[in-house]
Nanobody, 120 residues
Framework: QVQVVESGGGLVQPGGSLRLSCEASGNIFRIYDMTWYRQAPGKQREWVANIGNNGNTNYSDSVKGRFTISRDNAKNAVYLQMNSLKLEDTAVYYC??????????????WGQGTQVTVSS
């Protein structure tokens, strides 16, 4: 069994900052890509950023220069530092990780999501 849990969401004013965390636990042999997605009300889930286990990062154009993704392999964790938040960043943020379990099966795992609300 593998569990993926996000935390760190909340209410913030425009221009403010939040740091999201996501930790995986359980029957983990290796973690590959770790990715943040978000889903705003009435919209499809969209990719935000991802980081490989070599540290390479990619960002969507909508967050580039404002958000920073990082990971701590010792903690099986990924983080999303969000600065200069805008109203349109309001969404539920989800963590997705590609994990190999000890039986050498690789699959994708999702967290339950954490709400980020940007409002004045």
């Amino acid at each position: 069994q593998v569990q993926v849990v996000e935390s760190g969401g909340g209410l913030v004013q425009p221009g403010g900052s939040l740091r999201l965390s996501c930790e995986a636990s359980g029957n983990i042999f290796r973690i590959y890509d770790m990715t943040w997605y978000r889903q705003a009300p009435g919209k499809q889930r969209e990719w935000v950023a991802n980081i490989g286990n070599n540290g390479n990062t990619n960002y969507s154009d909508s967050v580039k220069g404002r958000f920073t993704i990082s990971r701590d392999n010792a903690k099986n964790a990924v983080y999303l530092q969000m600065n200069s938040l805008k109203l349109e960043d309001t969404a539920v943020y989800y963590c997705n990780t590609a994990i190999m379990t000890f039986n050498k099966v690789v699959r994708s795992y999702w967290g339950q999501g954490t709400q980020v609300t940007v409002s004045s």
